[in-house]
């Protein structure tokens, strides 16, 4: 763990969810930074804390950050946030359109990639494959951000990197157990590649939940949206 | 940085264009405005810049690619122009606020007042405006912490949650001329009543800020042609 540049005596807390990507995301950008944190974990699909509910009323949801009891929700908020604090292993480049870019990937991920996807594996069987020509085309066009670089941060990671952690290592996991093949290396050379970069990196893999864990839990909401839908 | 040839797409009656612009007003940035009717149809110049979504704003500085989005415009002229006078907060926090509120005024907010105009039956549109009710009631509270007893957002100076909220005050006093109903008003949202007043009179908004008439002539041709669109489908 690198040295922590900031102030004696900050108490940094995050709340999440074990499976979320969101909150990994948050907990990614922590680690890449040094930044010590402790997490407290949320029963989402249970019943949510009071704390969360005091903490993120306007959506009641994780990851909520929380650094000397001042509350931020919305994870790519978060994320902006930790950058402007912790100035270590900066997650956003130093020059204006460059940071335009990353911001404009990131959004990208969450306002098309993310939805696009979930459509795609879990949306209705009679949308299924125009889902899947959505999504695949999502994931085409984010394929070009990377521009020949390692990471959509250049050598490391950044916050696209960081935004499309559920590119990254949930999609292969989920598009095996839905049957629905996006994210291949002939499809996607690039984006493929960048996958396996990504998870090889040691502070994203300290930063993942289990892959079976993950697969279990997909594979259970997958059969419970099935079980919704039968007649 | 150079004063390098500044070009902005949008179009007169959309909040979103109305961004960027205010934010180069207030760092008096020269930029040539081109406004797209997208009504007609949408020119080669914004399918060029903004292949992904289709959509303005889209800011085009000197010889670098388009930007869009339009808060990410705003971010990028703040940045770019930083000897200006600044458009987020200075602090770190403040700043995750403002980012927070604008970020749920686009996602929730004014989705709500929109689904207003196109309510079908007096229960889904009674429900979308206790939603937005809502959100001006949670907006009235952030504006007591955000500003501080100041007359703007950002303080003394507008900022970037002014300039996002302010926005949509347009297309807000059209729906409450429609509706026959306020919805920021003195009594219920004294903060933002006054608040709006002063934005809107701001010498950086006063000139981009489509006048209320012409914004509802307007809001009655898209509302029509929503409808006959969805008379249409319904047809099939």
Known sequence: MKAVLGTMGDEVKVFGFWASPFSRRVELALRFKGVPYEYIEEDILGNKSPLLLHYNPVHKKIPVFLHNGKPIAESLVILEYIDDTWKSNPILPHDPYDRAMARFWANFIDDKCFPAFMKAVMGPENEREKAVEEAGDCLKTLESALNGKRFFGGDAIGMVDIAANFIGFWVRIIQEIAGVELLSADKLPALFKWTDEFVSCSVVKESLPPQDKISAAFKARIDQAQTNTRP | ?236
């Not at chain 2, 205010?22 to 914004?46: F, H, P, T």
């Open chain 2, 1 to 236: 940085m150079a004063t390098s040839e500044v070009k902005l797409l949008g179009s007169w009656p959309s909040p979103y264009a109305m961004r960027p612009r205010i934010a180069l007003n207030i760092k008096s940035v020269d930029y040539e405005y081109i406004d797209e009717k997208l009504w007609e149809g949408k020119s080669q110049l914004l399918f060029q810049s903004n292949p992904v979504y289709k959509k303005i704003p889209v800011l085009i500085h000197g010889h670098l690619k388009p930007i869009c989005e339009s808060l990410i415009i705003v971010q990028y002229i703040d940045e770019a122009w930083s000897s200006g006078p600044s458009i987020l907060p200075s602090d770190p926090y403040e700043r995750a606020v403002a980012r927070f509120w604008a970020a749920y005024l686009d996602d929730k907010w004014f989705p709500a007042v929109k689904s207003i105009g196109v309510a079908k039956g007096e229960e889904e549109k009674k429900a979308a405006i206790a939603q937005v009710e809502q959100g001006l009631g949670l907006m009235e509270e952030a504006f007591g912490q955000c500003s501080k007893g100041k007359a703007f957002f950002g303080g003394d100076e507008i900022g970037y949650l002014d300039i996002a909220f302010g926005s949509f005050l347009g297309w807000l006093r059209v729906t409450e001329r429609f509706n026959e109903m306020k919805l920021i008003d003195e009594a219920n949202t004294p903060g933002l009543a006054h608040w709006a007043d002063s934005f809107c009179s701001h010498a950086a908004v006063k000139d981009v800020m489509p006048d209320t008439d012409k914004l509802a002539e307007f809001g009655k041709m898209v509302i029509a042609k929503i409808k006959a669109a969805g008379a249409a489908a319904q047809r099939h």
